[in-house]
């Protein structure tokens, strides 16, 4: 009963935060069985587990705080070098991971679409790759994967009388289309082609409009001078279809591409597919068809700084280590060269590893052996450490970095706390995270204030401060200006989006006021009402917007109280020291949702129990001595 009563001042107001959102979201499960709103009732009652976690570890500050500077050390050093090694590994993403980094080191192996990037002293119009490969999972099936434009194609290959077909089931709704593609090395104007192909289908398919094959060249599909088709019809026996198209002279692209399409809502199978171009009067075919997985193309980037193409070749491994020397013409001179292995979709019957082993690439006139490009710009490589997105990353980080500040300005301890800064800053700007930068920034400068300059150590704070900014600007001045990624500038399309999800998410809300919607929902909604096509949304990027279109104005109510009793509870606790911790972490929940996350929720509870803790201690020592009493002696 003793520490109960030593804690309640703790506890009470967290019960009360917390309790009265759950209650809301248990009344309105009540009213309407709603299996989302127990998601929300269990981020309340996970945020009373962080509650009592964070009272146990204030009982150890120094321990806790220097766990926390640990930490904020370890991911400094981790992303550095995951930064310095991302050149090193086979890696198609740009949101990348330190542990997917250390993996591939270790293991060589190639994902789906590894990817990387090499550079030539002067241009070359022709390469030679030189490799050992086998495949690590799965097998090679070779000449049955598409390309396909919409998640809900089932493509499978199937064996049958000896001979391999893909059997294809489309999705009933868009316009779905499956392709295959084949890069010329030269111009296809003028030039004629023949795709042939057997195809045959479960029901009986009538020709309809476009319904069934298309040629066209590179990307004149809005020009019918760029395209010709080849409506087909279908029925339970193999037909054979062919389709004969010469190039208009104009087309001065190097890629022709095979599709199949309009067959929404049908299924059907195709095998023995083919392309041929006329070589006189001779016709020669062309392989392999892109993608007939696995195979590797080459691209450099353009003035623009688009990645183009140049050529592409397949080859065929398998679970034996063996020798692969290709020789690639390119359709342009490039020294700098992106090599990518294209390994085609994850399925029960294709590859997903390939290990790479003793890979080189040189020119084939000059015989130079090329060298790997250094690291990507942070412009493009967006670290992410243990977290699923290089956001949540960067505003955890930033929280652990406020709460670690302040422990040890509790303590007077300016120069760590002052090093702290120095760790901090670099790991979220690495994560490209520029909410959480800003917020950081202004964190920092906050309760750098209030911690010191306040205190009398205006001097101290500036010659010590002055000490860490030469040394970030010495690090940085290492850089390249690109380096400087994404925290450098702001991103106007990133805005604008952001202003369109927002006003659709009200929108939304205004219609869906007492239910709210959920996330698949809401991003078909929301892809109908004008963010541009290509953009996935997954939720509202507002915490209080999400809340209010996730569970309606229930969701609203409980958000707007949580949030405002958190900022009641900073003040209560540490004045100004409260509200510059959680005025930041509000500030990144304006523009992304990450305030439920572990890594940003439970270091926030915890640097407030922190305040509140020293404002008890505070309270003790500031109590008046009661005189003592003289003794009665008989």
């Not at 506890?11 to 998601?39: C, H, M, Q, T």
């Not at 700084?305 to 070749?313: Q, V």
């Not at 010191?452 to 200006?481: C, D, N, P, T």
Request: hydrophobic share 45%; net charge positive; proline share 5%.
């Amino acid at each position: 009963m003793r520490n109960f009563n030593k804690l309640s001042p703790i506890i009470s107001p967290w019960l009360w935060l917390w309790g009265i959102p759950f209650i809301l979201f248990a009344f309105r499960y009540l009213i309407k069985n709603d299996v989302r709103v127990l998601e929300a009732m269990g981020q309340m009652l996970l945020g009373v587990v962080f509650v009592g976690a964070s009272i146990v570890l204030i009982k150890y500050p120094r321990l806790t705080v220097n766990a926390l500077v640990m930490l904020l050390v370890i991911t400094f050093f981790i992303g550095i070098a995951a930064w310095r090694l991302s050149a090193y590994v086979w890696d198609g993403t740009t949101d990348l991971s330190s542990t997917k980094i250390v993996n591939q080191l270790l293991t060589y192996d190639v994902p789906n679409q590894g990817l990387r990037v090499w550079q030539t002293s002067k241009p070359t119009e022709s390469v030679i790759l030189d490799f050992d490969a086998k495949i690590e999972k799965g097998q090679v099936v070779q000449d049955w994967d598409w390309l396909r434009n919409h998640p809900d194609y089932q493509l499978e290959p199937y064996i049958e009388n000896g001979q391999l077909f893909t059997r294809v089931i489309t999705p009933s709704n868009g316009n779905p289309r499956l392709r295959r593609s084949f890069e010329l090395g030269y111009p296809a104007g003028g030039r004629t082609f023949r795709a042939s192909l057997q195809m045959r289908a479960s029901q009986e398919v009538n020709p309809e409009g476009c319904r069934g094959i298309m040629l066209i060249a590179g990307y004149a599909e809005i020009d019918n001078r760029g395209k010709k088709c080849l409506s087909v019809s279908l029925e339970s026996r193999w037909k054979t279809f062919d389709l004969v198209w010469t190039v208009p002279e104009e087309v001065n692209s190097n890629t022709v591409y095979l599709d199949l399409t309009n067959f929404a809502g049908l299924s059907f199978d195709v095998r023995n597919v083919k392309l041929f171009i006329k070589n006189g009067q001779a016709w020669q075919q062309l392989a392999p068809l892109i993608p007939a997985s696995p195979y590797i193309s080459i691209s450099t980037l353009d003035a623009n700084g688009r990645i183009k193409r140049l050529a592409a070749s397949g080859f065929v491994p398998t679970n034996e280590i063996q020798r692969f020397i290709i020789p690639i013409k390119l359709n342009q001179s490039a020294s700098y060269i992106i090599v990518r292995f294209h390994l085609g979709k994850e399925t029960n019957n294709s590859i997903k590893f390939l290990r790479i082993q003793n890979f080189e690439i040189k020119s084939a006139v000059t015989q130079e052996r090329l060298t790997v490009s250094p690291p990507q710009p942070l412009s493009q490589f967006r670290q992410r450490y243990f977290f699923p997105h290089a956001n949540l990353a960067g505003h955890s980080v930033a929280v652990l970095g406020l709460i670690a500040f302040l422990s040890l300005a509790s303590r007077n301890y300016l120069l760590p706390a002052l090093g702290v800064i120095f760790l901090s800053l670099p790991v979220v700007w690495m994560t490209g995270s520029r909410t959480a930068w800003l917020s950081l920034i202004l964190g920092f400068t906050w309760l750098l204030y209030l911690s010191f300059v306040q205190k009398g150590r205006l001097r101290q704070s500036l010659v010590l401060l002055g000490i860490v900014m030469i040394l970030g600007i010495s690090i940085l001045a290492s850089f390249e200006a690109e380096d400087l990624g994404r925290v450098s500038s702001i991103d106007t399309k990133t805005q604008i989006l952001r202003r369109t999800i927002w006003a659709t998410a009200w929108d939304t809300f205004k219609a869906y006021r007492l239910t709210g919607v959920n996330a698949s929902q809401f991003a078909k909604y929301i892809e109908a009402t004008g963010v541009p096509s290509g953009e996935i949304v997954a939720h509202a990027h507002n915490l209080w917007l999400q809340f209010a279109v996730s569970y309606g104005v229930t969701g609203l109510l409980a958000i707007i109280w949580l949030t405002g009793g958190f900022v009641y509870l900073a003040w209560r606790w540490g004045r100004w020291h409260g509200l510059a911790l959680i005025i930041p972490v509000l500030i990144m929940n304006i523009f992304d949702y990450t305030f439920f996350y572990a890594g940003v929720l439970f270091p926030l509870i915890l640097g407030m129990n922190s305040l509140r803790n020293q404002g008890l201690a505070k309270e003790n020592t500031e109590q008046p001595i009661e005189p003592a009493q003289p003794l009665n002696v008989p």
